[in-house]
């Protein structure tokens, strides 16, 4: 998998975002918009919100685009006890949990917590969703 990551680093918090997993689903926008901003630049101001709060907010991002690193000693991102698959609609399908993709020879492609993987079949970041589900107009009543 490339990866395109940027990292905003703040007083107690290290945020990286990496622009080939995130397909705009906003969470990050909606939930902390004074820290989130992509009319601006830079972006994402970790400082401009609380670090507990901004952390919440990582955490609902759910391609995993979004990461952090707390820097002031605070928890990490805790792995979920179940492993959760849900099916977005005329979406991809959003992984949860403790995440290890594989390729057929074995080789990890990634670990994480938070995963998006593309059902649609045009992405080119296979497995993992691109957004390419939008420009397609990808429909399924599953």
């Avoid at 690193?69 to 006890?81: A, K, N, Q, S, Y």
């Avoid at 020879?105 to 497995?127: F, H, I, Q, W």
Wanted: charged letters at 35%.
């Amino acid at each position: 998998m490339e990866e395109n990551v940027h990292t905003y680093s703040g007083d107690r918090i290290e945020v990286r975002y990496d622009i080939n997993r995130c397909i705009h689903a906003r969470e990050c926008v909606r939930g902390l918009p004074e820290v989130f901003d992509p009319d601006k630049r830079p972006w994402i101001e970790p400082d401009n919100a609380d670090v507990d709060d901004l952390e919440d907010v990582i955490v609902e991002c759910p391609t995993g685009a979004l990461q952090f690193d707390r820097t002031d000693g605070g928890p990490e991102e805790r792995v979920p006890e179940t492993n959760v698959v849900t099916v977005w609609p005329d979406g991809p399908l959003y992984l949860r949990g403790d995440i290890e993709i594989v390729t057929p020879d074995e080789t990890t492609v990634l670990e994480d917590t938070r995963v998006a993987l593309c059902r649609c079949g045009a992405s080119e970041n296979k497995p993992f969703c691109d957004g390419s589900h939008d420009e397609i107009g990808f429909s399924s009543d599953e």
